[in-house]
């Protein structure tokens, strides 16, 4: 495949940037209960419309910018003011269509009955709180400890947009299957299938037999120099940071002032011109530069179900639990297979593809320990 042009490649997915459209266009309506033992996830709330995703305006992507991840000074801000029982208001009104998953346990306990459950969690934002400097974004030992519970009784996996070995310097748990770079650098099980394709067989660092999964490392070198541009070109914007995730790349704009927001996406999007096989995502205070592959989230979902002998079960129910647009990918995949579903851990309303809400990461460690001593006393 030639990776200049992007021509020949059977995986090109798109060529354009991508973003959702900000959820003031997307609608829903009448409230959700919960789905019935069948799991029929089939809810009222209505389709976004065809062509949400759109060629992306600089303008569309300044106030995206301007919106990802509200600030801490905002929340405290928001406390004092008269308008918090509005905004206190709005998440209710906004939990009835995304029920929180600790007070919905009972129903979630009595749906995985006698299933078996398969965990996915997401890292930042998930398992640790957001925090200005990506490097400092710890998890608490109280949360290592209730995932490491979870694992001992449930496949555990970890899919993060950083890099594998980055996401498991934060963990540092050896019973957990990894995939780093939004799913494009899985270390998970042996698979159980036949299909072995690009799924080499290593010993990892414990001297497990694992499998590591790579679909975008011909993609390798070009990451490698658009990551050197990139920080080339920000590197006169205060606050602006750069992280190598291996297959992707963050320019992080989080500790830059609101005015230089569009010197950030200008200077991004230049340099990604030259590179029609890489492309432009938007997180909380980020823009991921990643390959043009047809690969994300929510397919390393699939291959590791997959590879844990969990895909083709009907009594299987496995939980995705993520704060970020590039979870979206995962929760559709659960939603459209109608077996498992999404947790969005979100304290403001969002429009997602996620069956249930938790606040923060406070409330996921409490979803966890919840999981873990319902198996405990169910078995
Ligand atoms: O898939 P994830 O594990 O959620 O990774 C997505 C990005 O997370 C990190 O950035 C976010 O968290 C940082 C630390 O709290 C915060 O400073 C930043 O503003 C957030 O966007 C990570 O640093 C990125 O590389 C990931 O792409």
């Known amino acids: 495949m ?11 997915a798109d060529h354009l940037p991508t973003l959702a459209l900000p959820a003031a266009v997307m609608t829903f ?7 019935s033992p069948g799991l029929c996830l089939n809810t ?13 305006r600089a303008a569309g992507w300044l106030d995206l910018m301007k919106a990802s991840s509200p600030t801490r000074k905002r929340q405290i801000k928001d406390v004092i003011c008269d308008a918090q029982s509005d905004l206190d208001l709005q998440y209710c009104n906004w939990t009835v269509n995304y029920p929180s998953a600790l007070i919905s346990f009972e129903a979630i306990s009595d749906l995985a009955g006698s299933k078996r459950l398969a965990l996915f969690l997401d890292y930042d934002g998930t398992l640790s709180p957001i925090v200005d400097n990506p490097e400092n974004a710890l998890m608490s030992d109280e949360m290592r400890a209730a995932v490491r519970h979870a694992a001992s009784l449930f496949p555990t996996a970890i899919i993060s947009g ?5 996401v498991f310097d934060f963990v540092k748990l050896n019973e957990l299957y990894y995939a780093g770079s939004h799913g494009m650098d899985i270390m998970g099980p042996v698979r ?7 799924v080499e067989c290593i010993r990892s660092t414990d001297g497990k037999e694992v499998n590591l999964f790579q679909p975008a490392s011909e993609f390798l070198p070009m990451i490698t120099e658009v990551y050197e541009k990139l920080g080339e070109s920000v590197k006169d914007i205060d606050g602006a940071r750069m ?3 291996k297959f992707c790349v963050s320019v992080h704009y989080r500790n830059v002032a609101e005015d230089d927001y569009k010197k950030v996406f200008h200077r991004v999007t230049a340099v990604l011109e030259g590179y029609p096989c890489l492309r432009l995502t938007h997180g909380r205070k980020v823009f991921e530069v990643r390959p043009v592959i047809d690969w994300n989230k929510g397919k390393a979902v699939e291959f590791l179900l997959e590879s844990l002998g969990l895909s083709e079960s009907e009594d299987v129910l496995p939980i995705y639990v993520g704060d970020d647009r590039t979870d979206e990918d995962a929760f559709k995949v659960l939603k459209a ?3 498992g579903f999404g947790i969005l851990v979100s304290s403001i309303p969002k429009e997602s593809d996620a069956f249930y809400s938790l606040r923060d990461p406070a409330e996921v460690m409490e979803f966890l320990r919840m999981l ?8």
């Not at 030639?2 to 090109?12: A, H, Q």
């Not at 309506?29 to 789905?35: A, L, M, V």
């Not at 950083?162 to 980055?166: A, C, H, L, V």
């Open 372 to 379: 873990a001593a319902w198996k405990e006393q169910s078995t």
């Open 2 to 12: 030639d990776l200049k042009t992007g021509l020949n490649s059977p995986v090109i």
């Open 337 to 339: 297979s109608n077996r």
């Open 192 to 198: 159980k299938t036949t299909d072995s394709n690009g």
């Open 162 to 166: 950083r890099s594998r070995d980055k």
């Open 243 to 245: 992280e190598d995730n």
């Open 29 to 35: 309506t009448t409230p959700t209960s919960f789905p």
């Open 44 to 56: 009222t709330k209505k389709i976004p419309l065809p062509g949400k995703i759109e060629e992306v």
